[in-house]
C-alpha cells in the first residue's frame, strides 16, 4: 500500500512540476502572431491565382494554419508544395485534384486594347501598367501566370501564352536509367531528315 | 606487401605534390604532333550570341550591313560578357534561331553572316606595340573588347581576372598547358609551333596582374612541348622568373583548381577564384589570343580545334573560323555521313555529346570527335546498383563523395547534397569513369545543381510576387481610406440628417467592395 | 528527343562482375588449402553453398521480376563460396544450403538486392546459423595432415556418406573426428582455470603450422599465408584498400600486445590472435566488403579500427571463442553513421 501511494504521489508531484515548467516556457517563450501562417506562406508559389478559393496566398496559408483549408488546393504549387505543407503541419497529404497547366504569360494585343485599366486593376502583382486610354502592357517578368486579368478584358484582348522554355533555365534532367536510347534517337533522327 | 607499400607511397606522394584522386583514360592522341592546318573559308557563318559563361550579347548589326572581319557585330550585356565579331568579310543575312552547341538541343539568337570571300579585316584596333609602357586597365579593355574568353573550355571572361588587386596581389600566373582530355592536342601543337607568340602572350599577362613569377604547366606525355617552351624560355630574357613544370599525367590535372594545387600546394576557398590565394591561371591558347589582341589589334575570330575521334577519316589539328558548322569543319576531313556517328563538342571526359552536326563552332570548341555509335555507346550501359565500393571518392579531385551525393540528388534531398558539397563538383567525370556500376554520376549532380538553381529562382519570383501583392495590398488599403475620409469631409460640408448617413456608408462600402474584386 | 545525356562519355571497363571475380580468384589460394586440408567435404561444402546461393538469387529476381542475367554478377556466386569458407567441415549438407538460403534472402534480398544490404550477407548468415546450430557451428573436424583421424576425407564415396548422412552413416563417434580450435581450446581452459601458456602448450600449438594453416578452423580461415597472399592480390588490383585490413588487424595486434605485456596469464599473445580464427579472412575479405563498409578512407579506419576492438574483446571476454564475425557484422549497423561523419575535407574547405 505505501509502495503504491509512493508511486503515486511521485508521479503526480513530477506531473505537477512538468505542467508549472511547461506553463512558465508558455509565457516566456510566447510568440506574437502565428509563424505556422508565415511559414505556409513562403512555401507558395505566390501567384496570388485564387485558384484554391481564397483571394490570394496569404489567405490560404491563413485557411490552412487555422485548419479551415485542406493542404492540397493550391494548383500552381502541385504536388511539391502540398507535401511541403503537410510535412509542416504534421498532416496527411492529400492529393492535387486538380492538374497544374504549364507555366503562363498574359499578352496583351496592344491594337486592340482600349486602355480601360480593368486588367490593371485585377493584376494581383502590379505587373500590368498603363494609363487610361492607354495601351496596357504586360511586365514579363513578373507575370505570375494567374490569368485573373483575362475576364475583366472588354475587349478580350489578353491571351494566356505557354511561358517559352530559356535556354539559359534549362536544367539536366534526371539519367534515363535505361541508357539503351541512345541508338534509337540517332536513328529516329536520321529518318526525319531523310 | 609491396602492393600496400605502393600504394602507401602513391598516397603519400598525392599528400606532398598532386591533386586528390583523377583517373589515366586512354590518351588516345591521335593528332599529337600532327601540324597546325588551316580549315578553308566557308560561304555561311553562325555566330551564336552566347559563347561565353554570363550574359548574352545584344547585335549591333541588321540584317543586310556590311561587316569586316573582326568587326564589333555584338555588344556585351552586363559585366560578366564579351562582345563578338565578325568572323570573316560579307553581309548579314539574318539573324535568328538556330540549334548551338548544348546538351538541350536548344536554339538561341545567331547573327548569320554570308561571306564575300574578300575576307577582307578591320582594321580599326591600332597595334599596341608599347604595351609594356601602357596601363593595365587599357589593356584590360583592349583584352575585353577583342571578346577573350578561357579557351580551355570554360569561356570565362578573361579580362575579369586579370585585375591587379591590392588585397590579393597576384604573385604567379600558371600556364595551363596540360590538355588532360583523351584526343585533344591543340594545345600540346600550338606550343610546339608557336612557343614565342605563346610566351609574348604570357609577358603581356603578367605585366597586366603584376605578377613576379610565372609557371608553364605541361603534362609528361608532352615531353617535346616542354622540350620546346624551356628552348623558347632560353632566348627569351624577359621572362626570367618563368619556369617550366612537367607534372604527371593524371585526369584532370588541368582543372584549374587541381592545377594549382599541383603546382603552388594552395587551395583555392570554396567559392573563390584563384586571385584569392594570388594565382591566376591561364590557357596556352588564350595567352595567343590576348597576344594577337594587344600586339595585332586582332579581335577573337579563330581558334585552335582538335578534329578527331574513333571515327575521323582523317584528323588534325585545325585552326577554324567561329562560325563555320560542325558539318562543314568534319568535311574537310573527309566525314560527311553521320549515320552511327556520335559527334562530343570537347573531349570524351566533359564535352557535349551534341545531336545534329549543324551547330556552329564557338569559342569554346576545343574538340570537335567523330565517334563510333558503339564507342559511346558502350560508355552509358544501363544503370546497376551502387555497390559503394568507394572508387568514385578515390577519384574524385575535389574530394567529395559522390555514391552519397548522387544518392541525395536522386532522392531530391537537394539540401543533403549541398552539405555533401555538391556545388565544388567540377564535373569532371572522374567519378562515373571509374564507377563499375555505370552509375552517371555526373548527370545527378547536374540535376541536383539544375534544380537546387530552378528551385531558387522559383522561390525569388515567389518572394519577388509575394511583395508586389502586398504592396498592392497596402496601397489599395490606404487609397480607400483616403477616398472614405474624402467622403465624410464632403458629407460634413453637406451636413446631411444623420440616420440617411449611415445607410450611404453601408451602400458606398458595398460598392468599393464590388469595385475591388 | 528531350534525352540528354551527360559527360563523361568514356568508361574506364570496371564492372561489378569482373570486381566479384577478382575477389572470388582471390580467395582460391584458400579454397585450395580448404581442399588440401578437408579433402571432398571442402568440395562438396564449396559446391553446395555456391549452387544454392545461385539458386536461391535466381528464385528471388525471379519473384521480384528482375532480370535473371543480374546473376552473372557473380555477387550470389560470391556470397556462397565466402559462406562456405566460414563454415566448418562437419555441418551437414542441410545446414549449408540453409545458411546459403539465408544469405541470400535474409542477408542481401530482403533489403531491395545487391548494393542495398546493411549487412555481409554471408556473415549475417553465419552468424544465424552460430546462434541456431551452437553445436553442429563449433564441432571442428581434425583435419588431414594435421592429427590422426578415424574420417578419410579423400575418400569420396566416405566424404559422400558423411556430408549426406553425418557422422552415424560411418558409424563414427564425433569425438573420434573432431578436436577443438586453437581458440576454443584457450577459451575453454581458461574457464577452468589454466593459463594461456599453459593452454597453448597442451594445445602443442605452433605458429608455423598456424601460418601455413596446419589447424582446426572454419575450412577457409586456417591458412594465413592463402588467405594474405589473396589478399595481397586484391590490393594489387586496388579492388580494396589497406584501410580496412590495417587499421583492423592492427587494432587487434595492438590491443593484444597492450594486454598480453600487462598480464601474459590471462590474455593471448598478438601473433596468436593473429593467426588464430577467421581474423585475417575477415579482415581482408569480409570486412572489405563494399556494400557493407564505409565508402570514405578515414571511415574505413574507423571501422577496421571498431572490427579490431570488438574482435579482440568478444574472444577474450565473451562466451563465444571466436568474435571476428560478430565484430564485423556489428560495425556493419554503424557504416551509414561512419559514413556521414567521416567524409573527406572537400577541396577548399578549411585546410592549407
Known sequence: MTHLLAALLSLGAFALLAGVVLAVAQRVFHIEGDPMVDKIDSMLPQTQCGQCGYPGCKPYANAVASGAAEVNHCVPGGERVMLQIADLMGVEPKAVEEEAAAPMLAFVREDECIGCTLCIKACPVDAIVGAPKQYHTVIVDQCTGCMLCVEPCPVDCIDMLVKPELLEHWAWPLPDTRRAAVGHERRGHHAGHA | ?517 | MSLAISSPHAHGGDTIRMTMLTVIIALLPAAMVSVYLFGWLAVFLIVACMLSCLLTEAVCLRMMGRPLKTLLDNSAALTGLFLALTLPASIPWWMAVLGSVFAIVLGKQVYGGLGYNLFNPALSARVILLISFPLGMTSWLIPMHVGPSALNMYDFSAALAFFLHGPEALKLGLDAITMASPLGHVKTEWTQGIGVAEALNSYHYSYLDAFLGREAGSIGETSALALLIGGIYLLARHTITWHIPFAYIGTVLLLAAVFSVISPEHYSPPMFHLFAGGLILCAFFMATDPVSSPVTPLGQIVFGIGCGVLTWAIRTFGGYPEGAMFAVVLMNCAVPLIDHYCRPRAYGHGGS
Not at chain 2, 173 to 202: R, S
Not at chain 2, 206 to 212: F, L, P, Q, S, W
Not at chain 2, 284 to 295: E, H, N, S, W, Y
Not at chain 2, 484 to 511: F, Q
Open chain 2, 1 to 517: 606487401m609491396p602492393a600496400m607499400l605502393r600504394t602507401l607511397a602513391q598516397k603519400l606522394g598525392m599528400m606532398a605534390h598532386g591533386f586528390h584522386g583523377g583517373v589515366h583514360p586512354h590518351e588516345r592522341k591521335l593528332t599529337a604532333g600532327m601540324p597546325i592546318e588551316d580549315c578553308p573559308l566557308a560561304p555561311l557563318y553562325i555566330v551564336p550570341l552566347k559563347q561565353h559563361i554570363g550574359e548574352a550579347c545584344t547585335p549591333l548589326v541588321a540584317v543586310g550591313d556590311k561587316v569586316l572581319r573582326g568587326q564589333k557585330i555584338a555588344r556585351a550585356e552586363g559585366y560578366v560578357s564579351v562582345p563578338l565579331h565578325a568572323p570573316t568579310s560579307g553581309t548579314v543575312v539574318k539573324i535568328e534561331e538556330h540549334p548551338v552547341v548544348h546538351p538541350s538541343g536548344m536554339s538561341m539568337p545567331c547573327v548569320f553572316i554570308e561571306a564575300d570571300g574578300l575576307d577582307e579585316e578591320d582594321h580599326s584596333l591600332e597595334r599596341m606595340t608599347n604595351w609594356r609602357d601602357l596601363d593595365a586597365a587599357v589593356l584590360r579593355e583592349r583584352v575585353r573588347m577583342c571578346g577573350i574568353a578561357g579557351l580551355g573550355g570554360a569561356v570565362f571572361p578573361t579580362f575579369i581576372k586579370l585585375v591587379q588587386d591590392k588585397k590579393n596581389p597576384i604573385q604567379t600566373l600558371v600556364l595551363n598547358g596540360i590538355e588532360c582530355e583523351p584526343y585533344l592536342t591543340n594545345d600540346h601543337q600550338m606550343m610546339l609551333e608557336q612557343a614565342e607568340e605563346v610566351l609574348q602572350g604570357m609577358a603581356i599577362i603578367m605585366h597586366m596582374v603584376g605578377a613576379e613569377s610565372g609557371i608553364i604547366a605541361i603534362e609528361d606525355n608532352k615531353s617535346d612541348a616542354a622540350r620546346v617552351m624551356r628552348q623558347a624560355l632560353a632566348e627569351n630574357s624577359e621572362l626570367a622568373h618563368v619556369h617550366v613544370a612537367v607534372l604527371p599525367t593524371r585526369y584532370p590535372q588541368g582543372s584549374e583548381k587541381q592545377l594549382i594545387y599541383s603546382l603552388t600546394g594552395k587551395e583555392v576557398p570554396a567559392g573563390k577564384l584563384p586571385l584569392h590565394v594570388g594565382v591566376i591561371c591561364q590557357n596556352v591558347g588564350t595567352a595567343k589570343a590576348i597576344r594577337d589582341a594587344v600586339l595585332l589589334g586582332k579581335p577573337l575570330t579563330e581558334r585552335l580545334v582538335t578534329v578527331s575521334g574513333d571515327a575521323m577519316p582523317r584528323p588534325a589539328n585545325l585552326r577554324v573560323r567561329l562560325g563555320l558548322t560542325l558539318r562543314y569543319v568534319f568535311a574537310q576531313r573527309g566525314l560527311e555521313d553521320f549515320e552511327n556517328i556520335q559527334i562530343l563538342h570537347g573531349g570524351p571526359m566533359m564535352g557535349e555529346r551534341l545531336r545534329i552536326p549543324d551547330v556552329p563552332v564557338i569559342k569554346s570548341s576545343i574538340g570537335l570527335l567523330a565517334m563510333h555509335q558503339d564507342t559511346v555507346m558502350q560508355a552509358h550501359p544501363a544503370e546497376q546498383p551502387c555497390i559503394r565500393c568507394g572508387h568514385c571518392s578515390q577519384a574524385c579531385p575535389a574530394a567529395l563523395v559522390p555514391n552519397l551525393m548522387a544518392d541525395h540528388c536522386r532522392n531530391e534531398q537537394f539540401d543533403k547534397a549541398e552539405a555533401y558539397n555538391l556545388f565544388d563538383c567540377i564535373e569532371c567525370g572522374a567519378c562515373s569513369y571509374v564507377c563499375p556500376s555505370n552509375i552517371p554520376l555526373v548527370q545527378y549532380f547536374r540535376y541536383g545543381k539544375g534544380q537546387i538553381a530552378q528551385l531558387r529562382r522559383e522561390h525569388d519570383f515567389a518572394e519577388a510576387s509575394r511583395q508586389r501583392f502586398d504592396a498592392r495590398d497596402a496601397r489599395l488599403a490606404r487609397e480607400k481610406a483616403e477616398k472614405a475620409a474624402r467622403r465624410s469631409r464632403v458629407r460634413k460640408e453637406l451636413a446631411p440628417a444623420p440616420d440617411k448617413d449611415t445607410t450611404t456608408k453601408v451602400e458606398k462600402s458595398t460598392n468599393d467592395k464590388a469595385e475591388e474584386s
